[in-house]
């Protein structure tokens, strides 16, 4: 019974990391242990890459495509004749986090080995739900199942102002929804809203219509 139960939490454990995982979008640009610089193109669970060498790709340039699965990418490389170097083979990366990348399995005498993303990077593995206050005055009780997030907003006289209700998706960092307000509350109105994880404890709007009031919440 004990063995069955600790298997039964260690799947339970694993299925939450697959999913933390699929939430991230790995688009941007990365640079590699080998010297170079890779432009990634995440597509749902598909995967395409270019990367070019230092000199702008003159001694190697290489395309990838593969298949996300979990926290590991399945895929296929090649270089080509942008730069001197010709070969190809295939690639096992498993995941790190959202800003790290790692090659487990390579072929064809690929040389690098670990990518990290350039830039903006994004939170790892956060989780929204909780209860947030907005500078709007507002409470919003949060839930996160997976890659959705749906709230319910009530002003500071317990929603007889305004009560709105949001569901969005989560694309990297950002949550892309709709929201609206109901009549529990005497403010009328709707719109779509995108939202920028900053970290576990802070988002902000980045972009809202219908004369959203609020822009940043604090857990």
């Known amino acids: 019974m004990k063995r069955t139960m600790v298997f039964l939490i260690a799947i339970i454990i694993l299925g939450f990391s697959a999913a933390d995982v699929q939430a991230q979008n790995l688009t ?97 593995a956060f989780n929204l739900n909780g209860l947030w206050k907005c500078n709007d005055g507002g409470k919003y009780y949060v839930r996160q199942i997976g890659n959705d997030v749906w709230w319910l907003g009530k002003s500071g006289d317990s929603g007889a102002s305004w009560t709105n209700v949001f569901h969005g998706q989560v694309s990297g960092a950002q949550v892309n929804g709709s929201w609206s307000d109901v009549p529990h509350g005497r403010v009328m109105s709707g719109g779509v809203m995108v939202i920028q994880v900053v970290n576990a404890n802070n988002f902000k709007a980045i972009n809202r219509t219908g004369g959203f009031g609020g822009s940043n919440w604090t857990r």
Not at 95 to 119: D, E, H, V
Request: charged share 15%.
């Open 28 to 124: 941007g640009r990365w640079t590699c242990d080998d010297g170079g610089t890779y432009y990634l193109h995440q597509r749902g669970n598909e995967l395409w890459w270019l990367g070019e060498s230092k000199d702008n790709g003159a001694t190697w340039t290489n395309v990838f495509q593969g298949q996300i699965a979990g926290n590991q990418i399945d895929g296929k490389w090649a270089d080509v004749p942008q730069g001197r170097v010709m070969s190809g083979g295939i690639m096992k990366l498993q995941i790190i986090n959202a800003n790290n990348l790692r090659a487990i399995n390579k072929t064809g005498g690929f040389g690098g080995s670990n990518w990290t993303r350039q830039g903006s990077t994004v939170p790892v």
